[in-house]
């Protein structure tokens, strides 16, 4: 018998130590989003953005599952709002400033591989799912999206799962670049607590501009290189060096 849903349907979102944790939570569901949640990640995105505080951002969900995707019953709805609320939610991970991580359990499937997509990276734990199903549904995925997976897994792994929409175990996403990581169960949680301290603790300088020229932007030289110039972190870097000390890095994003 299928759980009862008790909670409301939530993203919730947490800093400490420099890593904000968003988790989708409505687990009696497999973290299925209903359009509010589409509708909230933008907004939570942006905040988490412009907080100092947050040096790297995780992404996961509540219980033993990542997410199913969107709500099914909003699909039956005329028209593509829900599409529409899940490709703004993408771009808007896809844009977040800082590194992003998506720790992975149980189903990433439909929008929710479409979210961890968007991140810069993906641990999972072993057991894994992850599935592209439009096809399933008769939607036709968006071109941002598609463009996205492509480039992330190549054509034919991209062709496979959006023609399909068969669900892959961990070990394949592994072997395709779906996943950068495959934990063994019950070590998720320390290996992304272990990484992302280390990416709160690099310089963010090195981090955006190499987020930037990774997604294809070509014109930012001049920025970054005024940026690099003004901030003191290739001195601070090198003094810790030096000095047998971990650096201190105080440069931060501003726009």
């Not at 709500?71 to 609320?85: M, N, S, T, V």
């Not at 939610?89 to 189903?107: D, H, M, N, Q, S």
């Not at 987020?211 to 870097?237: H, L, P």
């Amino acid at each position: 018998m299928e759980p009862t849903e008790t909670a409301t349907p939530r993203l919730v979102s947490a800093v400490a130590d420099g890593v904000a944790t968003v988790t989708i939570t409505r687990p009696a569901k497999h973290n299925a989003l209903t359009a509010d949640m589409w509708r909230a990640l933008p907004d939570v995105l942006a905040r988490m953005a412009t907080d100092p505080a947050v040096r790297a951002l995780v992404l996961t969900g509540a219980g033993d599952s990542f997410s199913a995707g969107a709500d099914i019953g909003a699909l039956r709805e005329p028209g593509d709002a829900i599409q529409d609320l899940s490709v703004r939610a993408e771009e808007a991970l896809a844009a977040f400033p800082k590194p992003t991580l998506a720790a992975v359990r149980g189903y990433c499937v439909g929008g929710g591989s479409q979210l961890a997509v968007a991140c810069d990276l993906r641990f999972a734990e072993e057991g894994a799912r992850f599935g592209v199903t439009p096809a399933k549904l008769g939607v036709v995925y968006r071109s941002s999206s598609t463009r996205r997976l492509v480039s992330l897994v190549g054509p034919s792994t991209a062709k496979y799962l959006l023609f399909s929409g068969e669900l892959i175990e961990s070990g394949r996403a592994l072997r395709t670049g779906l996943v950068d990581e495959v934990l063994a169960p019950g070590q998720l949680g320390g290996r992304v607590a272990e990484f992302t301290r280390i990416l709160a603790a690099r310089s963010q300088l090195t981090q955006a501009a190499a987020k930037e020229y990774a997604a294809g932007r070509e014109d930012r030289d001049a920025y970054w290189d005024e940026q690099a110039r003004g901030s003191g972190d290739r001195e601070e870097g090198v003094a810790a060096f030096l000095e047998r000390r971990t650096p201190r890095f105080e440069w931060t994003a501003r726009d």
